[in-house]
Nanobody, 113 residues
Framework: QVQLVESGGGLVQAGGSLRLSCVAS????????MGWYRQALGKQRELVAT?????STKYADSVKGRFAISGDKNTVYLQMNSLQPDDTAVYYC?????????WGQGTQVTVSS
């Protein structure tokens, strides 16, 4: 099993920045995809950003131009700039490879207005 540990969440004012990290218990170079998802209170979990083994990236329209996903060895990052109150959610890391999925425990991001 692949274990994922997220960190970097916290409380920030609108317009601020945070950098989330997700450390995997294995190398991420043989993945199918890795990504960040978020779930706000009372809402469904949604995709924020992903990248594939070919390092092609995909972003939700709501975060394009503000968030950036990147990866290195066994860690995937999410740089979040110009944060807004609507970005408040629990952020989850996801690892996918050959039909296998693993999720982290989540890290809370709260953006105050």
């Amino acid at each position: 099993q692949v274990q994922l540990v997220e960190s970097g969440g916290g409380l920030v004012q609108a317009g601020g920045s945070l950098r989330l990290s997700c450390v995997a218990s294995t190398s991420i170079f043989s993945i199918s995809a890795m990504g960040w998802y978020r779930q706000a209170l009372g809402k469904q979990r949604e995709l924020v950003a992903t990248f594939t083994s070919g390092f092609s990236t995909k972003y939700a329209d709501s975060v394009k131009g503000r968030f950036a996903i990147s990866g290195d060895k066994n860690t995937v990052y999410l740089q979040m700039n110009s944060l807004q109150p609507d970005d408040t959610a629990v952020y989850y890391c996801r690892y996918s490879r050959l039909g296998y999925d693993s999720w982290g425990q989540g890290t809370q991001v709260t953006v105050s207005s």
